[in-house]
């Protein structure tokens, strides 16, 4: 069963509108280190954690300083946190250290450009990536877009031929991200075959509110496509 985590969410409406829709978990950008539309103050993003409702998992996507991601962590309490910056394997592996001691979940991101297809990470080769972020104890991996403008959230897909070899080869789970929105979701899971899949801006409105149509059929796109592929 593909799980689906929709991000971004910045007020208690998008909170109860995505949870009720059947998400699996919520994504909370926090204090995230480049200008995002949908960044929180660690007050906030603990505040809309506390509206969740039981079963529905609690994501903080930070970045690159470690003092910083373990004290949003200590304040915010997530069940997991996303790594979505640029900080190279070592420090990846020295936060997931302090985060695994807290009891919080790690999923590292690997951001291909949108441009070139290249992985943006100190660990050029994907695979070799994979490998030694699973060694060091992260519990997934997102594969997402990026573009020169924007780290995350870009609306733009990457090649799905390199995700799904990377899901194959890749001893933890599989999150697809980038681009995703209700039309292409279905044939993004055949393709890919991905764990999960996360969606952010595919889902909203101009003022990057969540658009409770988009929302809801996102979301029957992917368990439609996996009712289908238990069939």
């Known amino acids: 069963m593909t799980r689906i985590k929709i991000c971004g969410l910045t007020n208690e409406q998008d909170v109860h509108l995505c949870a009720s829709a059947g998400a699996d978990a919520l ?25 969740m ?3 529905v998992t609690s994501v903080a996507v ?4 470690p003092d910083q991601v373990l004290g949003i962590a200590e304040t915010v309490k997530p069940n997991v946190v996303q790594l979505h910056g640029r ?14 001691s807290l009891g919080i979940g790690v999923i590292k991101a690997l951001r291909f450009s949108t441009d070139s297809g290249e992985l943006d990470y100190d660990l050029a080769d994907p695979i070799e990536a994979c490998h030694a972020l699973a060694e060091a104890g992260a ?5 997402d877009s990026f573009t020169r403008s924007r780290p995350a959230g870009t609306g733009k897909r990457f090649d799905w031929k390199v995700a799904r070899f990377l899901g194959d080869k890749t001893p933890i789970p599989l999150i697809l991200a980038g681009g995703l929105t209700a039309e292409n979701v279905g044939r993004a899971i055949v393709e890919v075959n991905p764990y999960g899949v996360d969606v952010i ?3 909203e409105g101009r003022d990057h509110k969540k658009d409770p149509d988009k929302v809801r059929a996102f979301v029957q796109a992917v368990k439609s496509t996996r ?4 069939d």
């Open 27 to 51: 994504g909370f950008v926090v204090e995230y280190p480049v200008e995002v539309p949908w960044n929180l103050n660690r007050e906030t993003a603990r505040r809309l954690m506390a509206r």
């Open 53 to 55: 409702p039981p079963f």
């Open 62 to 65: 930070v970045g690159d300083d």
């Open 87 to 100: 900080e190279p394997f070592a420090v990846t592996a020295e936060m997931i250290r302090g985060l695994k």
């Open 139 to 143: 519990d997934a991996i997102v594969a």
């Open 201 to 203: 801006s595919g889902v």
């Open 227 to 230: 009712c289908r592929a238990g």
